[in-house]
């Protein structure tokens, strides 16, 4: 099984940009709804419809558009009951993750971030352009600050970001465990530096899809990437 049990599509805005997802389990109390970034140009009609597919293709039964839960999500939830409970638990968090995603492009230096919730904690994998500490001190500041910061302090850190002055390297790998407790680590920050002289090309034609602003790019990705950006839009221009 695939996904989240029991999440469902509750209904799509008239203009197809907006999704709305509720939990069966309890639709009342969960809601989220998804925007499609301006430039993209499927509507979420589309994008069902290419999923569905897909499913249907590789003998899969997709199950977003059932309004019951099935008994195979049944089955699943009630052979691991201490799981679900740990992730009810850190509820929390991943709203407050959710709430909070400005921090990841107002605040932060990076260029790509992937959350996820591997059953133990809630843990984010993001890379930078920059390997010195000042571009995630920032963040993690504003992540624990009492004002709008989350619940959550750092118990743990282990940085290896390069000296002034040294290439960049795969191994300048930054760790940081957040708890409630010392002995609770619901929140866990994984920071790669990306190496110099990567092509950039894919990524900011990404990130110029999702609406991403020069000044960001600027501030986030490395002379070489801004450069690739600049070649983009004079091609796309001509």
């Given amino acids: 099984m695939r996904g989240i049990p029991g999440l469902r599509i509750d209904r799509t805005a008239a203009d197809g940009r907006r999704l709305r997802l509720r939990m069966v389990q309890d639709p009342e109390q969960t809601e989220l709804t998804l ?12 994008i069902e ?3 569905r597919r897909w499913c249907e293709d590789n003998t899969l039964r997709p199950l977003w558009a059932n309004g019951q839960l099935d008994a195979v999500e049944a089955d699943y939830l009630g052979a691991y ?3 679900e409970r740990s ?9 407050g993750l959710l709430r909070r995603s ?3 492009h107002t605040v932060a230096t990076f260029y790509r971030v992937q959350i996820w919730d ?3 904690s809630w843990k984010i994998d993001a890379r930078t352009a920059s390997p010195r500490a000042s571009g995630h001190d920032r963040f993690v500041d504003r992540l624990c600050h009492p004002r709008w910061g989350l619940p959550v302090h750092l118990a743990h850190r282990f940085c290896w970001c390069a000296p002034e002055g040294a290439p960049y390297q795969w191994d300048h790998t930054c760790a940081f465990y957040f708890g409630h407790a010392p002995d609770d680590g619901p929140l866990y920050l994984r920071v790669h530096a990306s190496p110099e ?6 990524q900011v034609a990404t990130l110029r899809k999702a609406g991403a602003s020069m000044r ?4 986030a990705l490395p002379r070489q990437a801004v450069q690739q950006y600049e070649e983009l839009w004079r091609e796309s221009n001509r």
């Fill in 216 to 219: 960001w790019m600027a501030r």
């Fill in 35 to 46: 925007v499609l970034p301006g430039e993209v140009e499927e509507d979420w009609v589309d």
């Fill in 118 to 120: 591997d059953g133990d």
């Fill in 49 to 51: 419809g290419r999923h």
């Fill in 197 to 202: 002289g990567y092509d950039y090309r894919r």
């Fill in 87 to 95: 992730r009810s638990n850190r509820a929390a968090v991943g709203s």
């Fill in 81 to 83: 009951p201490l799981l």
């Fill in 102 to 104: 400005a921090l990841f």
